[in-house]
């Protein structure tokens, strides 16, 4: 089962949004609706920023959204602030009865 | 709150065994599936593992099948991963995670596994 695919990295200017793709197939990203998004801080554990696509657990910004077309999800992060530097990585359920996750990104807040 | 501790990690030779536990509280455990994820260091997460909320089933990665076993005790609010024949490629950051909507809920802090010689 390979990994799904996300950018190493991305950036933005405060204020500005940035969005983070992460493609798969359709036995996995495209398949199912259980892709989540994942933001860890160095040297912590990660945390939930969303989960079936597009909720937000209790607490996170709504200026965290997820989507997703095909094969491939997104991660959009607007009014970027300096605390959303941090590597972000996907992950989805699969046919095959496992969870996958992309790569990781890492977000610098210029 | 919801509280995930992890134990047992510690540097084992490669080929050796070792037995992670998490214990949990704050939520109610035996209603919730959970997983095992890791992290070499300096790499990205990998998905190791998964039990039902009863224990009834588990799910494994191609990587860790028929070395690792994951379990769980519902009545001690325990889950445990037992790890065998391990090797190099296995030093990571051992993460309880917490299932919720097929998604990882709730991270425990880590245990660091290391195999070598």
């Known amino acids: 089962q390979s990994a799904l695919t996300q950018p190493a990295s991305v950036s933005g200017s405060p204020g500005q949004s940035i969005t983070i793709s992460c493609t798969g197939t359709s036995s996995d990203v495209g398949g199912y609706d259980h892709v989540s998004w994942y933001q860890q801080h160095p040297g912590k554990a990660p945390k939930l920023m969303t989960y079936e696509v597009i909720n937000r657990p209790s607490g996170v910004s709504n200026r965290f959204s997820g989507s997703k077309s095909g094969n491939t999800a997104s991660l959009t992060i607007s009014g970027l602030q300096a605390e959303d530097e941090a590597d972000y990585y996907c992950s989805s359920f699969t046919s095959f009865k496992n969870w996958v996750f992309g790569g990781g990104t890492k977000l610098t807040v210029l | 709150q919801e509280q995930l501790v992890e134990s047992g990690g510690g540097v084992v030779q490669p080929g050796g065994s070792v037995r992670l536990s998490c214990t949990a509280s704050g939520f109610t455990f035996n209603n919730y599936g959970m997983h095992w994820v890791r992290q070499a260091p300096g790499k990205g997460l990998d998905w190791v593992a998964y039990?039902?909320?009863?224990?009834?089933?588990?799910y494994y990665a191609d990587s860790v099948k028929g070395r690792f076993t994951i379990s769980r005790d519902n009545s001690k609010n325990t889950l445990y991963l037992q790890m065998n024949s391990l090797r190099a490629e296995d030093t990571a950051v051992y993460y309880c995670v917490k299932d919720s909507h097929w998604s990882f809920d709730y991270w425990g802090q880590g245990t660091l596994v290391t195999v070598s010689s």
């Open positions: 039990v039902a909320f009863d224990g009834s089933y588990q």
